[in-house]
């Protein structure tokens, strides 16, 4: 007999963190929908050159082939894990050209897999909970202000403090320009430039002098990768800098609008950060980060950006798109550890009605079908047993209230419902108490 042991980097809820998982992803979805984006659910596996198609990923792809083929051979494999859900639609979009209407607004929420080395908060199957709108020739850019706004909703229906951090990836790269930077060597300045949260100022002008920088264009790396603020105050930096040109204008002119459509919101809710670079190649215009207030040693649990010619890799047509995604597995975890999720209840049930006896099986299931039926989760004892026993288990399980049906019939439906956290109990027609909300 083998002895059951979990995978690394494959992580397994307790049906309560399931359950407050789930719930997190309804109103996800909720949201999602409210601004018009439809469901889709593309599969799990993908080619392999449909994967790598941006290039940048190989080594997370996990590769899919049979366990015992009829034969082997050397030959590569064709089929992988999708390694995201952004990848997938850009093929989806483009097979599906003819049939849809654009823009194209879809919402999906999948598990994905990446060969990474497993750690906190780092998975190898986890949850992305994604947004993206794709559209014929040209996309608006009101839609770049539109993800950091579906984004925020979902965090205040969760009564969790977000914010949302923008750059613009065509500014970036041409105000990166303006500093004389080596093409060949301006990646690998990005890549560093993304790391001052993490690594510090003294760790970053080390590294890119390591790359070759003077130590005059690195200390403004440095400038602009510590500049964030509202619009006005990022440009008056740029100007400051002598960073507003012909080549930096188009850049700034997008994110101005973002920016625009976004002043409605409160600033403790988003801003401007030019040190925010994303790591894919994809992105060409708007980016964001989403970082959490209360937790902010979490880092980023929510990103993406507009992707100017990622379907068009795939047909010959124009198809820009903007997306952003949650990080679904990674943030609830986090959230599990900081007890900053309600995990109190083992299962959706609102409420347990008592068994009496089997011969009342049939009135309790009667009691159970008129509650279902006006929206409540409902769950009859599973067998004849003392009383104790039963609220016992409707409190392990945190179900909220408890229905004695002693005196219910079909003529006089009289039932007496215990709430099982404050302890209090009506007696009232089984309707009335419906009506009431189950209060």
């Not at 397994?12 to 998982?21: F, I, K, Q, V, Y």
């Amino acid at each position: 007999m083998s002895k059951p042991r979990p995978i690394s980097g494959f992580p397994e809820w307790t049906p309560a963190e399931t359950l407050a998982e789930q719930t997190f992803l309804r109103k996800a979805v909720a949201v999602y929908e409210s601004y018009g984006y439809t469901p889709l659910d593309t599969p799990a596996v993908e080619l392999v050159q449909t994967l790598s198609a941006k290039g940048g990923v190989d080594k997370e792809i996990y590769a899919l082939e049979r366990l015992k083929e009829e034969s082997r051979s050397d030959k590569p494999a064709e089929l992988g894990l999708r390694f995201d859900l952004t990848v997938p639609l850009a093929r989806y979009v483009a097979l599906h050209y003819g049939s849809l209407n654009f823009p194209f607004k879809r919402y999906q929420i999948g598990k994905v897999w990446r060969g990474e080395r497993p750690q906190e908060g780092r998975f190898r199957e986890f949850y992305q909970a994604d947004i993206d709108v794709i559209a014929e020739g040209n996309l608006p850019i009101h839609f770049d202000a539109e993800m950091p706004r579906v984004i925020l909703e979902i965090f205040r229906r969760q009564k969790i403090k977000a914010r949302v951090r923008l750059n613009n990836r065509k500014l970036l790269t041409s105000v990166y320009g303006e500093l004389a930077i080596p093409q060949e060597k301006l990646g690998d300045v990005l890549r560093e430039a993304d790391k001052l949260e993490k690594v510090g100022a003294k760790a970053l002008r080390g590294s890119l002098l390591e790359i070759g920088l003077s130590e005059q264009t690195s200390e403004r790396v440095l400038t602009l990768a510590d500049t964030r603020g509202s619009f006005e105050e990022i440009k008056s930096k740029l100007q400051t800098l002598d960073l507003v040109t012909a080549n930096t204008e188009p850049g700034l002119a997008e994110l101005e609008s973002v920016a625009r459509d976004l002043s409605d919101i409160s600033s403790e809710e988003w801003s401007i950060d030019l040190g925010i670079v994303r790591g894919l190649d994809y992105y060409t215009g708007t980016i964001y980060e989403t970082n959490l207030v209360d937790y902010p040693s979490i880092g980023s649990i929510c990103s993406g950006g507009r992707y100017d010619d990622l379907a068009s890799g795939f047909i010959n047509k124009s198809l820009p798109g903007v997306g952003i995604s949650i990080g679904v597995s990674r943030l609830i975890s986090y959230l599990f550890k900081e007890n900053a999720l309600p995990v109190d209840r083992q299962c959706p049930s609102e409420i347990l009605i008592m068994l009496p006896s089997e011969e009342k099986r049939g009135l309790c299931n009667e009691i159970a079908g008129r509650l279902r039926e006006k929206g409540f989760n409902t769950e009859i004892y599973h067998q004849e047993q003392n009383m104790k026993k039963q609220l016992r288990y409707a409190d392990r399980k945190g179900i909220p209230y408890m229905l004695f049906p002693f005196k219910y019939s079909s003529e006089s439906p009289i039932v007496e419902v215990k709430n099982l956290a404050s302890g209090e109990q009506v007696e009232c027609p089984l309707d009335e108490w419906i009506r009431g909300g189950g209060h």
